[in-house]
């Protein structure tokens, strides 16, 4: 009788175990590895669109890998004229964790709006690059905003924005353009680690310093919006379930030093 108690104590241990491991696979968002998007050597993989000039030109290069960051820079703008930027990675993804790290450093450029000073911005669920208008301001897209403070403007960082787009939360649709996230304020010049966990139409998570700090749905095609009756042609319907991943250029000076991606399973 000792030795089959033994043996079942050693039995249950070996089970507690494999459970155990197994809620730790599953809590930290499945099985997926995470993989490099932006390789710290170049560009490769990655589309930029710039408004007013065709997709694949670089203006200014304006988007640039040095020492082994992806650079956005203005020094070849002389006033910044609403030419906003995005660089597109070449895949559509659906269900994912996205981590990237950024600072902003120096001036806006001269001719850059207000609102866009330590702004950018990582697009999710987006459009491709080839079906934008050639003067078209932004992907639509989610915008998971990027925002630095200090002693001019203290903003919360991880809103949300919705260009040509809407979401739902707390089972309201929302109309707003932008919403605040919960967030501390984050100043200075240092990198900050940010993460995006998307599922599909399901439900997305803003997450900075391990912190979620907002939470949304159902994100969607707005109506409203004058890239809706292409878009939802091409995306086969109003509900986003996937879409391209883009960075921003909006006027002010950032880098990005890891751009990493871990797919999920549905």
């Given amino acids: 009788m000792r030795k089959i108690t033994i043996v079942m104590v050693i039995i ?89 790290e950024y600072r902003f450093l120096d001036n806006q450029c001269p001719g850059a709006p207000e609102w866009a000073y330590r702004n950018s911005g990582i697009m999710i669920h987006g459009q491709t690059p080839e079906s934008m208008e050639k003067d078209q301001d932004f992907p639509t897209s989610i915008e998971v905003q990027l925002l630095g403070s200090d002693s001019l403007v203290q903003r919360t960082n991880l809103n949300v924005c919705t260009p040509g787009t809407n979401i739902v939360m707390d089972g309201k649709l929302i109309l707003d353009h932008c919403t605040n996230s919960s967030s501390p304020f984050f100043y200075g010049d240092d990198w900050v680690t940010v993460e995006v966990e998307v599922h599909g139409n399901e439900v997305i998570h803003h997450i900075v ?49 890891k751009v990493e991606i871990q797919v999920l399973e549905d």
Avoid at 224 to 252: A, C, F
């Fill in 12 to 100: 249950v241990a070996f089970i507690s175990l494999v459970s155990c491991n197994q809620l730790n696979k599953k809590s930290a968002g499945g099985d997926g590895e995470w993989t490099e998007l932006f390789n710290g050597k170049d560009l490769t993989g990655w589309t930029v669109k710039i408004k007013g000039y065709d997709v694949g030109d670089n203006f200014g290069n304006t988007f640039r890998v040095e020492d082994g960051v992806m650079k956005v820079r203005y020094d070849a703008y002389d006033s910044l004229r609403n030419r906003f930027g995005h660089i597109f990675y070449k895949d559509v993804f659906s269900n994912y964790k996205l981590r990237v």
């Fill in 209 to 257: 310093n391990g912190d979620t700090v907002l939470t949304y749905n159902q994100p969607q095609l707005d109506d409203r919006d004058p890239t809706y009756p292409k878009l939802v042609e091409l995306n086969g319907g109003k509900m986003l379930s996937k879409g391209t991943i883009s960075l921003q250029s909006e006027g002010h000076p950032c880098e990005f030093r």
